[in-house]
T-cell receptor
Framework: KAGVTQTPRYLIKTRGQQVTLSCSPI?????VSWYQQTPGQGLQFLFE???????NKGNFPGRFSGRQFSNSRSEMNVSTLELGDSALYLC????????????????FGPGTRLTVL | AQSVTQPDIHITVSEGASLELRCNYS??????LFWYVQSPGQGLQLLLK????DTLVQGIKGFEAEFKRSQSSFNLRKPSVHWSDAAEYFC???????????WGAGTKLIIKP
């Protein structure tokens, strides 16, 4: 079974630009969660999607948005990039949504390393 | 407030030595506990989980963890570490009506040859 894939793996943007990151979950997984990982802040939860609906959202500004498609693939978008958005963005898929026990078992992709100049 | 604390930011152990990584949590409901590992340049991988039952759980790569409710702890152990265990380790908790994981800050494990 193929794992979680994320594209692109690396991205360099300048301040003010926008970026779209993509995540394909494990086949059969309908829950996709996004995280931002930085050395100073650790792993920060961005949002969770299940069956094309956002179930949970972390404490990030509205510049961060996402969506999920009917095939469970998910995208996240960051508009008006700031230097502080430089991070590793991780996507994780799971069988269950956050209201179910199976949600705790998350399968992570390798991440997209975003650098904002 | 719900939280997970990993008190050690870095730990250095010699290859072949035993390892214990600490994790303490504060959680309002029955906790379900997880340890994940992140190797350099990789995403996270689930090492082991505790839902209920035997408080000593076995995971992959020779790791185990013990749930101690009275101490609100879920420490990760390995009897003999290998150089390939060098990575960052994350403890997480979920449970009750919301399994959205709450993550610890991580402990970076350094192996001395």
């Amino acid at each position: 079974k193929a794992g979680v894939t994320q594209t692109p793996r690396y991205l360099i943007k300048t301040r003010g630009q926008q970026v779209t990151l993509s995540c394909s979950p494990i086949s059969g997984h309908r829950s996709v969660s996004w995280y931002q990982q930085t050395p100073g802040q650790g792993l920060q939860f961005l949002f969770e999607y299940f069956s094309e609906t956002q179930r949970n959202k972390g404490n990030f500004p509205g510049r961060f948005s996402g969506r999920q498609f009917s095939n469970s693939r998910s995208e996240m978008n960051v508009s008006t990039l700031e230097l502080g958005d430089s991070a590793l963005y991780l996507c994780a898929s799971s069988l269950g949504h956050s209201g179910s026990r199976g949600h705790g078992e998350q399968f992570f992709g390798p991440g997209t390393r975003l650098t904002v100049l | 407030a719900q939280s997970v604390t990993q008190p050690d930011i870095h730990i250095t152990v010699s290859e072949g030595a035993s390892l214990e990584l600490r994790c303490n949590y504060s959680y309002g409901a029955t906790p379900y506990l997880f340890w994940y590992v992140q190797s350099p340049g990789q995403g996270l991988q689930l090492l082991l989980k505790y839902f209920s039952g035997d408080t000593l759980v076995q995971g992959i790569k020779g790791f185990e963890a013990e749930f101690k409710r009275s101490q609100s702890s879920f420490n990760l152990r390995k009897p003999s570490v290998h150089w390939s265990d060098a990575a960052e380790y994350f403890c997480a908790v979920g449970g009750g009506s919301n399994y959205q994981l709450i993550w610890g800050a991580g402990t970076k494990l350094i192996i001395k040859p």
